[in-house]
């Protein structure tokens, strides 16, 4: 109960692992299970996120909850330096900023505004699944994970649309989903059954020669991050963008 009343310092979130009794040499760390027997726990915080880096106002009001905790459960706590973490989480927060990167493309009416209802019913054949929030989601078929989302430039009451948008947060999309072709190929689909137009944010139409340009620089960007340890994806790589 004490450790459940430590969920988040500012916008970062908080987790306890444990080691169980018998443990001698201290390699098999678990998520903490009611009723085990513990030697030794062990808080972890992310220290960066989307949001920024951890700072000291948060770090110290970590180390105070940690020392209530370790009070009320009858244990010591060992707390790392102030200044080590703050700096480990400033250059953490840093490749979260150079990484930062959503790629999106727009489709444009040929003619007369989408009606929303035809709209809607384009969309879910493409297969998109709809949110609460107006906004549209294509899913991964293998896990379920977000390749894209479109969206319209109208509010959600609006009946009509002339323009929608597709976008792919690069950094949460592994490689091998290959999500950049499939947002295009979504689009470029789009475009045939809604009668619209490939274009960028300066509403120029999307040639395939600048397309393949995009697409390599989109493969530079997951090469830099693998090289950085976080693959785009991956575990690490979700924590740290959302």
């Not at 972890?44 to 920024?52: V, Y």
């Not at 490939?198 to 493969?219: C, H, K, S, Y």
Request: with cysteine; proline share 5%.
């Amino acid at each position: 109960p004490h450790l459940q009343s430590l969920r988040y310092t500012g916008s970062k979130p908080v987790r306890f692992l444990g080691r169980r009794e018998g443990d001698e040499e201290g390699k098999n760390w678990e998520t903490i299970v009611p009723g085990n027997s513990y030697r030794q726990i062990e808080a972890c915080i992310q220290i960066a996120n989307r949001n920024g880096a951890l700072n000291e106002i948060e770090f110290s009001e970590l180390l105070l909850r940690l020392r209530q905790i370790a009070d009320a459960i009858g244990a010591e706590p060992d707390i790392p330096e102030m200044a080590e973490v703050i700096e480990k989480a400033r250059q953490l927060y840093q490749f979260v900023s150079d990484h930062d990167a959503k790629l999106g493309i727009s489709i444009r009416s040929n003619g007369a505004p989408w009606q929303r209802v035809t709209l809607n019913t384009a969309l879910e054949k493409q297969g998109f699944e709809s949110r609460p929030d107006g906004q549209f989601v294509m899913r991964d078929k293998e896990n379920g994970g977000v390749l894209f989302t479109l969206s319209t430039n109208e509010l959600p009451a609006s009946e009509t649309a002339t323009r929608l948008t597709l976008l792919m947060d690069v950094p949460c999309v592994a490689p091998e989903k290959d999500g950049f072709s499939q947002m295009i190929q979504c689009g470029k689909a789009l475009c045939i059954r809604l009668d619209g137009a490939l274009i960028d944010d300066g509403n120029q139409l999307l040639t395939d020669r600048f397309l393949e340009e995009i697409a390599g620089q989109v493969n530079d960007f997951y090469r830099e991050m693998q090289e950085c340890s976080i693959p785009a994806g991956s575990v690490r790589a979700l924590k740290l963008f959302n």
